[in-house]
């Protein structure tokens, strides 16, 4: 083609063409281009690029680990205070009022649980909670 | 914009705009020089991507700037010597230079050596990942990761 024609073409053509599927793309491009890409790194951050870097993390890893972890130590709390504080007392005699404070204490423990998941699972990197060292 | 968004931006694009050279160009060889002039391109104005909103018709823009400047340079029977007279002293940026001098030594690997870098460096694998891969020993993974770092240190 001529630069005029060149010129001349719109995006919409050019468009048209890069989806052209008559026109074959030799094999082992993509690999020739990502040697550009990697290349491109190597350039810019040196051969120290080829090191092994860990990923950033979550701070505390999945829950899933930690979960089986923090059960038996609240069970063994639960039990030292059981044992160390004494019979529980009564709050009070209805079983009505008894059991909403029952319900807006577990409420409490949920929400401080979900509270805490989240800014645990928040990769520390990203959490605007932790400020950058 | 970030070496990882400029791969997973515009690396993808390079089928597509193959395409275009070759139609605009008529010739495999040519085609594919463009395109990897154009990436070199990019990359060195890499600070600059940031403002780009489509990344693809940016990178057609370019592209067809590229073909047009090869085609005038095919026509041009004598480029030396206009062109020596024509050029700054300072010559190409020290970027491009650098990526030049690094590409240079990164095809002259060996197919699996720069089969290792993209899995590292452009797909983002760890040693352990690439390992489970390739089926080689991580251990015999770190040896090679070593053993190219050096090779590259002395010639990058």
């Not at chain 1, 026109?23 to 350039?43: C, E, K, M």
């Not at chain 1, 007392?89 to 204490?105: C, G, I």
């Not at chain 2, 040519?30 to 104005?45: P, S």
Request: charged share 25%; hydrophobic share 40%; glycine share 4%.
């Amino acid at each position: 083609m001529k630069p005029e024609e060149i010129e001349k073409l719109s995006l919409d053509e050019l468009l048209r063409i890069a989806d052209d599927p008559q026109i074959t793309v030799p094999d082992g491009l993509a690999d020739r281009l990502q040697d550009i890409a990697s290349s491109a790194l190597l350039a810019a951050r040196g051969p120290e690029a080829l090191d092994d870097q860990p990923r950033p993390t979550q701070a505390f890893g999945h829950p899933a680990r930690w979960l089986w972890g923090a059960i038996p130590a609240v069970a063994l709390a639960s039990l030292a205070i059981a044992l160390l504080g004494g019979h529980p007392q009564p709050l009070t005699p209805e079983a009505e009022a008894a059991y909403t404070e029952l319900e807006r204490t577990f409420l409490s423990f949920s929400e401080a649980l979900q509270s805490g998941y989240e800014t645990f699972s928040t990769p520390y990197t990203d959490n605007p909670n932790i400020p950058s060292i | 914009m970030t070496p990882e968004e400029f791969i997973s931006l515009y690396l993808p694009l390079g089928d597509g705009l193959y395409r275009v050279a070759y139609r605009v160009l008529g010739s495999r060889q040519e085609a594919e020089d463009a395109v990897q002039d154009l990436y070199i391109k990019l990359w060195v104005d890499l600070d600059s991507l940031d403002s780009i909103r489509n990344p693809q018709a940016w990178s057609m823009t370019l592209l067809r700037n590229l073909c047009i400047d090869r085609i005038r340079a095919r026509g041009d029977r004598h480029p030396a010597v206009t062109l020596a007279e024509d050029l700054p002293d300072e010559g190409p940026p020290p970027s491009s230079e650098r990526l030049e001098k690094t590409l240079a030594a990164v095809r002259a690997l060996p197919a699996k050596s720069r089969e290792l870098l993209r899995l590292h460096l452009v797909e983002g694998l760890s040693y352990q990942e690439i390992a489970q891969l390739t089926g080689q020993s991580e251990l015999a993974l770190r040896v090679a990761f070593h053993r190219l770092k050096n090779k590259l240190k002395s010639q990058i």
